[in-house]
Antibody
Framework: QVQLQESGPGLVKPSQTLSLTCTVS??????????WSWIRQPPGRGLEYIGY???????NVNPSLKSRVTMSVDTSKSQFSLNMSSVTAADTAVYYC????????????WGRGALVTVSS | QSALAQPASVSGSPGQSVIISCTGT?????????VSWYQQHPGKAPKLIIF???NRPSGVSSRLSGSKSGNTASLTISGLQAEDEADYYC??????????FGTGTKVTVL
């Protein structure tokens, strides 16, 4: 079955860039109709949508994070990535990658999540 | 884009029904039938339980049902069971071509 797995550093210093990668297995990341997404959840708090990338490279980012977020996709490795610059303690969260279904706009698959702590 | 408003907590005894509301605006729930609901157990990733307002993915219990009226969506859990104790989040597509999540509701089975 299709699985998603986040990977990346668990600790990032303030003002630096957070980088995470999501590896998709069991299906092609180039399948039309799916947007590959990032969602985060600060400890003890609710979910926040970060954005998505399509296999063509087109992106959509939450306006509140747009100035700090870039995303990329590597179809040959079946991976997509998130970069968030100028991080602060407020960016400490579990970061999930997920699959967003076009024309239904729901996240039908999620990775297990990766905790990223921003601290010096 | 503000988070969709959900009650912080709801509770019920086994066998009872509980309803979780999710209130948005005309920019999201009021315009689009792209409302989804997620169940999250402690330490786990969210799981899709309702999409397109009222549709259940394969394998999701029929005790879970969704509806919408105006700017408010609702999730009903019928025949409450111990396994239903979890956090629940709604989500909607918005007119900014993005998603917005609800504030989350903790369901407690008494």
């Amino acid at each position: 079955q299709v699985q998603l797995q986040e990977s990346g550093p668990g600790l990032v210093k303030p003002s630096q860039t957070l980088s995470l990668t999501c590896t998709v297995s069991g299906a092609s990341i180039s399948t039309p109709g799916y947007y590959w997404s990032w969602i985060r959840q600060p400890p003890g708090r609710g979910l926040e949508y970060i954005g998505y990338i399509y296999y063509t490279g087109s992106t959509n980012v939450n306006p509140s994070l747009k100035s700090r977020v870039t995303m990329s996709v590597d179809t040959s490795k079946s991976q997509f990535s998130l970069n968030m610059s100028s991080v602060t303690a407020a960016d400490t969260a579990v970061y999930y990658c997920g699959r967003d279904v076009w024309d239904s706009w729901n996240f039908d698959l999620w990775g297990r999540g990766a905790l990223v702590t921003v601290s010096s | 884009q503000s988070a969709l408003a959900q009650p912080a907590s709801v509770s019920g005894s086994p066998g009872q029904s509980v309803i979780i509301s999710c209130t948005g605006t005309s920019s999201d729930i009021g315009t689009f039938n792209y409302v989804s609901w997620y169940q999250q157990h402690p330490g786990k990733a969210p799981k899709l339980i309702i999409f397109d307002v009222r549709n259940r993915p394969s394998g999701v219990s029929s005790r879970l049902s969704g509806s919408k009226s105006g700017n408010t969506a609702s999730l009903t859990i019928s025949g409450l069971q111990a396994e239903d104790e979890a956090d629940y989040y709604c989500s909607s597509y918005t007119n900014l071509n993005t998603h917005v999540f609800g504030t989350g509701t903790k369901v407690t089975v008494l």
